[in-house]
């Protein structure tokens, strides 16, 4: 029998679920739309040429603007790109929890970034698997396809909340070793680790022919260090309080984030990773938008002619 309490878990359970979706595909078509992508029903595809129209083609295929131009049909071809195994990897320890004023924390920004890149991933027919490491343990969803494992997914996020210690190596080592096969692994997190310990684990996970995305999410209290009053700053991680003056260490703190992004920006070019830098006050699909119009246009420009 339900009790009165559950039964309002439950029910806030479904509201955020619902929210959670409705703001994935959000993301997703926001991005999308501002790729202006050609898109292909079914399948992960990138345009590639024309051909002359023949009787026995698909008339939806017509490039009308190509024909008001000359005077002929003909048709868009489209290059087919292997269906790919993604995991998306999402940080849900305590600093991720960090929500100044009245924007969200980074893990419900990170959150919702997730669900809008699985919704994105399902939609072009590829496998998406989720991973979310909370206090140096791991929860996951193996890779699977469709529209069903998409509520799962969401479903299996809006019921996590951030709190521990981040510990990724150790979670890392264990995600790589169940891959049956080579994947695209993104990550996403504040990258707040120890010495960033996460590095050997990535080169593990680079090593064994995975391709890697960081997407860290930031906010712009950390980057900018905005304070001017004193203050106590208390650690998400259980680093306790501490009473300082902003402007004794706005200097050196500046400098210290500012050196952390770069040395996550090296190890993204060791390994030939992609970085991206999500900031919560901006909307994740226009950032989201830019990222895959780089990786689009750099991979055209890779691929042999």
Same mark, same amino acid.
Not at 23 to 32: M, P
Not at 39 to 48: D, K, L
Not at 192 to 220: C, I, M, Y
């Given at each position: 029998? =339900? &009790?009165?309490? !559950?039964?309002?878990?439950?029910?806030?359970?479904?509201?955020r679920?619902?929210?959670?979706?409705? *703001?994935?595909?959000?993301?997703? %078509?926001?991005?999308?739309?501002?790729?202006?992508?050609?898109?292909?029903?079914?399948?992960?595809?990138?345009?590639? %040429?024309? *051909?002359?129209?023949?009787? &026995?083609?698909?008339i939806?295929?017509? @490039?009308w /603007?190509?024909?008001? *131009?000359s005077?002929?049909?003909?048709i /868009?071809?489209?290059?087919?790109?292997?269906?790919?195994?993604?995991?998306?990897?999402l940080?849900?320890?305590?600093?991720? +929890?960090?929500?100044?004023?009245?924007?969200?924390?980074k893990? #419900?920004?990170?959150? =919702?970034?997730?669900?809008?890149?699985?919704?994105?991933?399902? &939609?072009?027919?590829? +496998?998406?698997?989720? +991973?979310?490491?909370? @206090?140096?343990?791991?929860?996951w969803?193996?890779?699977?396809?469709?529209?069903?494992?998409?509520? +799962?997914?969401?479903?299996?996020?809006?019921?996590t909340k951030?709190?521990?210690?981040?510990?990724?190596?150790?979670?890392?080592?264990?995600?790589?070793?169940?891959?049956?096969? /080579?994947s695209l692994?993104?990550?996403?997190s504040?990258?707040?680790?120890? %010495?960033?310990?996460? #590095?050997?684990?990535? /080169?593990?996970?680079?090593?064994?022919?995975?391709?890697?995305?960081?997407?860290?999410?930031?906010?712009?209290? %950390?980057? #900018?260090?905005?304070?001017?009053?004193l203050?106590?700053? #208390?650690?998400?991680?259980?680093?306790?309080?501490?009473?300082?003056?902003?402007?004794?260490?706005?200097?050196?703190?500046?400098?210290?984030?500012?050196?952390?992004?770069?040395?996550?920006?090296?190890?993204? !070019?060791?390994?030939?990773?992609?970085?991206?830098?999500?900031?919560?006050?901006?909307?994740?699909?226009?950032?989201?938008? &830019?990222?895959?119009?780089?990786?689009?246009?750099t991979?055209?420009?890779?691929?042999p002619?």
């Amino acid at each position: 029998m =339900t &009790g009165p309490a !559950q039964s309002q878990e439950a029910l806030e359970v479904i509201s955020r679920l619902h929210d959670l979706e409705l *703001k994935a595909r959000e993301i997703a %078509e926001g991005a999308l739309i501002g790729l202006h992508h050609s898109r292909h029903r079914g399948s992960s595809v990138e345009f590639s %040429e024309h *051909k002359p129209y023949t009787a &026995g083609d698909e008339i939806r295929m017509i @490039d009308w /603007k190509l024909f008001a *131009k000359s005077d002929r049909f003909f048709i /868009k071809q489209f290059e087919d790109e292997t269906r790919i195994q993604s995991y998306i990897v999402l940080d849900a320890s305590g600093s991720m +929890a960090y929500a100044p004023g009245n924007q969200p924390s980074k893990f #419900e920004y990170g959150r =919702t970034l997730a669900a809008g890149l699985a919704y994105l991933l399902l &939609g072009q027919g590829d +496998a998406v698997g989720l +991973a979310v490491i909370r @206090d140096g343990k791991m929860e996951w969803l193996p890779g699977r396809s469709g529209e069903r494992h998409f509520k +799962a997914l969401s479903e299996f996020l809006v019921r996590t909340k951030p709190e521990g210690e981040t510990k990724f190596a150790p979670v890392l080592f264990d995600l790589v070793s169940r891959f049956k096969q /080579k994947s695209l692994v993104i990550v996403i997190s504040d990258f707040f680790d120890p %010495e960033l310990e996460v #590095e050997k684990s990535l /080169k593990l996970a680079r090593h064994r022919g995975n391709e890697l995305a960081f997407f860290q999410v930031l906010t712009r209290e %950390e980057l #900018e260090f905005p304070f001017s009053q004193l203050s106590w700053f #208390e650690g998400l991680e259980g680093e306790g309080r501490i009473l300082l003056e902003p402007s004794q260490l706005r200097k050196e703190y500046l400098k210290l984030i500012r050196g952390w992004q770069e040395q996550l920006e090296r190890v993204g !070019q060791e390994l030939l990773a992609d970085y991206q830098l999500f900031r919560t006050e901006q909307n994740p699909a226009q950032i989201l938008s &830019g990222y895959l119009l780089r990786r689009s246009l750099t991979a055209r420009r890779a691929r042999p002619r």
